[in-house]
């Protein structure tokens, strides 16, 4: 996988600004610790997902890149400090994503090239799905459903066949694996609460 030193900070500025809106709290001892649970647990959902993305590209000879969207990011920010003053957490993140061309790309490439990224939220919620299942410690377990619940969520949220989403590429390139990704995305959310 080849990566330029732009791409390399931009998804560095990325996980850092995802971490800091999802750990936001009124206490900044707090929000250092939410902060860094959420680098632990949200950011590689994120992070993954995009490389997938790029793996895949790269796979089948496109050039592809991470770009991180300024806007959505500051808005995610913004999001987090004025919902946090009024005693409540909504956040919508829109980071950035991986952008790829180079060559003319078939309905096939460009559906597996979509379906990368989900497939990669798909297996962390097995790798976290197994932590959960035979840790011992409440917070640990507690770490895996949140590791579960974010993976689903991030593969749902992903496979909505709108738009530049993921879901419409699958979707078009091949309506099975949409919808077993789908259903495993759903049932999955629910697992994750669960262990939470």
Same mark, same amino acid.
């Given at each position: 996988?080849?990566? @330029?030193? &732009? ?6 500025? @990325?996980?850092?600004? &995802? $971490? ?5 709290? @009124?206490?900044?001892?707090?929000? +250092?610790?939410? $902060?860094? +649970?959420? !680098?632990?647990?949200? =950011?590689? /959902?994120? =992070? ?25 990011? &500051? =808005? =995610? ?6 919902? #946090? ?20 790309? $078939? ?11 989900? !497939?990669? #939220?798909?297996? !962390? ?28 969520? !991030?593969? +749902? ?24 990704? %789908? /259903?495993?995305?759903? &049932? $999955?959310?629910?697992?994750?609460? %669960?262990?939470?």
């Amino acid at each position: 996988m080849k990566f @330029s030193k &732009i791409e390399i900070k931009e998804l560095a500025i @990325s996980i850092l600004v &995802i $971490s800091l809106a999802i750990g936001w709290q @009124s206490d900044m001892v707090m929000t +250092l610790v939410m $902060s860094v +649970l959420a !680098l632990i647990v949200v =950011a590689p /959902a994120f =992070a993954f997902h995009e490389l997938g993305h790029k793996f895949a590209a790269q796979k089948f000879g496109f050039n592809a890149e991470y770009r991180m969207w300024k806007k959505g990011l &500051i =808005a =995610a920010l913004v999001m987090a400090i004025v919902t #946090n003053w009024f005693g409540t957490k909504f956040l919508f993140i829109a980071p950035g994503a991986v952008y790829f061309g180079g060559k003319h790309g $078939s309905k096939s490439d460009v559906g597996k090239i979509g379906f990368a990224g989900p !497939l990669v #939220n798909l297996g !962390l919620i097995g790798v976290f799905g197994l932590i959960g299942l035979f840790a011992v410690d409440p917070l640990v377990v507690a770490v895996a459903g949140t590791g579960v619940y974010v993976n689903a969520f !991030l593969a +749902l949220f992903n496979l909505i066949p709108f738009g530049p989403l993921d879901g419409r590429k699958v979707l078009e390139w091949n309506r099975t694996y949409w919808g077993i990704g %789908l /259903a495993i995305a759903i &049932i $999955s959310l629910f697992w994750g609460n %669960l262990l939470i």
